[in-house]
């Protein structure tokens, strides 16, 4: 089933017609319009004009998230904010998050590239949707609602948390397909068994899993459990939000990308080398469409391989393989991601503290949990004459961590140098999960 049959089917002849037509129109756009991309492209000897076929690509500079940082929070925009009609956000204090912008067309292609999304996984207009993702500045939970409207079927914004509730509308409205990240549907199910709720009872049929990683065994749970369909959609918000990556029903093995709205491309994280098709590497990725924030060479930090062999769907784009690693140190909890240096950074404000720290993550049942060490400074230890003080620096931290990073942590402070210290970095991250 398709959305968009004609160009989702597109003869790969005239899809790389069409991608380096468009391409060229970008990087005129981006090249005239943004000063950093003149600054890079001009410091790289290339013009917009240089890039006369997809391999000349590779003449182009990559941009990273420290470039979006450093533009902060409206820096990279390529059309004025009368023009833009949504702001989304990642997480991050003032400078550290990265901020994207929409024009009424990006919504548009964006709900399309969803509804594209979700038809692959089988949906119609006849589905109710429960869309458990959360509503606010991340994309997520609203590319889903958006698309899932724009197939007509009906959608539950239900967003994250009240697990009972979420339980108690499983059942009462009966959702034939769900949203959300696979630890929280694990932790459904485990709600769900404490109150003697049957989840294959459920009128669900497909679950459309993403924001983390899901590995083939978590997939093969969550399948077992509910009696569903196991599906993983791809995307980050820097490139677009949820849409850019969907695995099909009748493929299932990979995710295709929506290659007539991006290009990608695998890297070798260390030499920046592109990368022959079918090798590991880092997925990179140019918006070939984007209005407000069109992006060029992207390095998405994902860690994948491209597959190229004809799928039994008709689907005419390549896709990506299942994502399981980074190439940076990027967390990714309950679904958010968060970076180590925006943990220092919320940690730095914060008066009576060492920069020396400790990030434990681990499993609290299905879903991730996140423990915060940090040392107090010796003026703090030796002259705080009071619990009371150390509990309020310890308040302060969890709160910092939720309102900035959006992410609940335990937090214990621990005596000055008690914490193993490495040379040159200021945190040790133990992820339990992979070990
Ligand atoms: P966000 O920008 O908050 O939507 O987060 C995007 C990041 O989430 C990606 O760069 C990936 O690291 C991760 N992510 C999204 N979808 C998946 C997926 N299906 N499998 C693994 N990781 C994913
Ligand atoms: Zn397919």
Known sequence: MFYNEEFETLPREALQAMQIKRLQQVLQRVYHTVGHYKKSLDAAGVKPDDIKSLTDLRKLPFMTRSDLQNNYPFGLFAVPMSSVVRL?????????????????????????????????????????????????????????????????????????GNSKRQIMILQDFGPTAICCTPSYALHLAEQGGVLGVDMKALKLRVGIFGAEPCSQQVCDEIEKIYGITALNFYGLSEVMGPGIGMECLEGRNGMHIFEDHFLVETIDPQTGEVLPEGAEGELVFTTLTKEAFPLVRYRSGDISRLITDPCRCGRSHIK???????????????????????????LTDIEGLE????????????????????????????????????????R??????????????????????????????AAKVIDKRRI
Not at 115 to 138: C, E, P, Q
Not at 320 to 346: C, H, T, Y
């Open 88 to 160: 989304h956000a990642s997480a991050g204090t003032s400078g550290r998050s990265t901020v994207f912008g929409y024009t009424k067309r990006d919504v548009d292609t964006w709900s399309e590239l969803m509804a594209r999304s979700l038809v692959a996984a089988g949906l119609t207009k006849n589905d109710i949707v429960h869309n458990a993702f959360g509503y606010g500045l991340f994309t997520t939970g609203l590319g889903m609602h958006f698309g899932a409207e724009k197939i007509g079927a009906s959608v539950i914004p239900m967003s994250g």
């Open 320 to 346: 990506i393989e299942r994502i399981v690693k980074r190439s940076d140190d990027m967390l990714i909890i309950r679904g958010v991601n968060v970076f180590p240096a925006q943990v220092e950074a919320v």
């Open 355 to 394: 920069p020396h720290y400790q990030i434990i993550v681990d499993k609290s049942g299905a879903l991730d949990s996140l423990e915060l060490q940090v040392e107090v400074s010796e003026k703090t230890f030796s002259e705080s004459g009071s619990v009371k003080e150390l509990q309020n620096i310890e």
């Open 396 to 425: 302060r931290i969890i709160k910092d961590m939720k309102d900035y990073l959006g992410v609940s942590a335990r937090v214990k402070l621990v005596e000055p140098n008690t914490l193993q210290h490495t040379p040159g970095q």
